[in-house]
């Protein structure tokens, strides 16, 4: 029999994936594997098991949301033990999981990892810690981390947009000078991004032809502080329409960034907090990571 380790956060999104658990694991052992079961219970917990059991399981399963997987993916880097991992997307927003295709339905997503492959994916490196598919600061960036657990559980990723609004009278521009592929961009931004991801928030979203996942770089947007209401409109019509030939906007792809603020900027590292410095460098880890994937 194969070892498949489930890592499950039952705090993960309105908590929809509780009542699946039963049938997850009655359906993964009568495909021939011996189930080991861990609970998170706090933010790290992911992480820590995943370091002390991935090199005794032939796949680790993980049941929450988007910092879950980021906390499982780096406990797998960190353990050196490169095991394929499933991923059944059960939190509020789901990004990953979108720009993965992954089945929003519980007991599908759990059902394509027995009929999926594995395919190796980018990570990023932030000053030193992993994220699997953003690092931004600026605007409506806080509302991932400071929105209240009970909140998200109660209506889910309106939530998110609600703790945001609360941001808007405090959006203050901080000057970049950003490095990536030999060219300096330097303003003042009220948002920045580095993602390997075609949904950003649930909110934005980056053209799929442009994105890939795989391909050794991270897309780098930079939103600039518009002055005027032509200038705002500017912003949101480029976003809408996927159009980052605008002059409020830069845009390129690169593997490496480097990141000086004018002061120390708080990021956001897949919806968790990201302590910030005056310089942060970001590497593109190529095929750093295995997640099971079915492409029907």
Not at 19 to 33: F, N, Q, S, W
Not at 86 to 104: E, H, Q, V
Not at 175 to 201: K, M, P, Q, W
Not at 217 to 234: A, D, S, Y
Request: net charge negative; with cysteine; glycine share 8%.
């Amino acid at each position: 029999m194969k070892d498949l380790a489930i890592v499950f956060n039952p705090c993960a999104g309105l908590k929809r994936a509780n009542k699946y658990l039963p049938e997850i694991i009655r359906m993964y052992e009568d495909h021939g594997y011996e189930i080991s079961l861990y609970k998170t219970g706090k933010c790290g917990d992911g992480k820590f098991i995943v370091k002390e059991h991935a090199s005794k399981a032939d796949i680790i399963i993980c049941i929450g949301g988007d910092g879950t997987l980021n906390e499982v993916i780096s406990g797998m880097i960190d353990s050196g033990a490169e095991k394929p991992i499933g991923y059944i997307p059960a939190g509020s927003t789901n990004d990953f999981a979108n720009s993965l295709k992954l089945s929003r339905d519980i007991m599908t997503a759990a059902k394509d990892i027995l009929d999926g492959e594995p395919r190796e994916y980018d990570v990023g490196c932030f000053n030193g810690k992993y994220f699997n598919y953003i690092a931004s600061c600026g605007a409506f960036t806080k509302a991932s981390y400071l929105t209240p657990q009970p909140k998200k559980n109660t209506i889910g990723h309106l939530a998110y947009i609600l703790e945001g609004m609360k941001e808007i009278p405090n959006i203050h521009p901080v000057h970049l000078n950003v490095e990536a592929n030999g060219r300096t961009y330097e303003d003042d931004y009220i948002f920045a991004a580095i993602c390997n991801s075609t949904s950003v928030g649930g909110i934005l979203t980056l053209n799929a032809d442009i994105v890939n996942m795989s391909d050794g770089k991270f897309e780098l947007m930079l939103i600039k502080t518009p002055v005027n209401i032509t200038q705002l409109g500017q912003i949101v019509i480029a976003l809408k329409n996927q159009d980052y030939d605008c002059d409020m906007i830069d845009f390129c792809s690169s593997d490496k960034f480097i990141i000086q603020s004018s002061r120390k900027v708080d990021w956001t590292l897949d919806g968790e907090y990201g302590k910030g410095n005056e310089k942060v460098e970001i590497e593109n880890l190529h095929n750093a990571i295995k997640l099971i994937v079915n492409e029907r």
